[in-house]
């Protein structure tokens, strides 16, 4: 099984800056593979803001693609978003998202989530 512990959110202002850091701690033997980070806004389904695999290949969702980054330490079993130039559409709920196998299987773990909140 896998854990997340999620750690970053707030208010901050159009313009402003936030980081999100996802700590991940696994038991029985799980590896961890894909990390990434995902937003929920009010009424609206999760969508992916950025992801990275374990060899550091990155995808990130079109509207943020240089704005965020996403960075991870495989060592650490840790995924930070580094968020910048942020705009009140980036408003949501931010769920850590780790991806593990075992027994050739693959599973998918969730934070709890954060919030965020980018005011105009």
């Known amino acids: 099984q896998v854990q997340l512990v999620e750690s970053g959110g707030g208010l901050v202002q159009a313009g402003g800056s936030l980081r999100l850091s996802c700590a991940a701690s696994?038991?029985?033997?799980?590896?961890?593979?894909?990390m990434g980070w995902y937003r929920q806004a009010p009424g609206q389904q999760r969508e992916l803001v950025a992801r990275?695999?374990?060899?550091?290949?990155?995808n990130y969702r079109g509207r943020v693609k240089g704005r965020f980054t996403i960075s991870r330490d495989n060592a650490k079993n840790t995924v930070d978003l580094q968020m910048n130039r942020l705009a009140p559409e980036d408003t949501g709920v931010y769920y850590c998202?780790?991806?593990?196998?075992?027994?050739?299987?693959?599973?998918?773990?969730w934070g709890q989530g954060t919030q965020v909140t980018v005011s105009s």
């Open positions: 998202l780790a991806q593990a196998t075992k027994w050739g299987l693959s599973f998918d773990y």
């Open positions: 696994e038991r029985n033997m799980f590896s961890i593979n894909d």
């Open positions: 990275s695999t374990r060899d550091g290949s990155t």
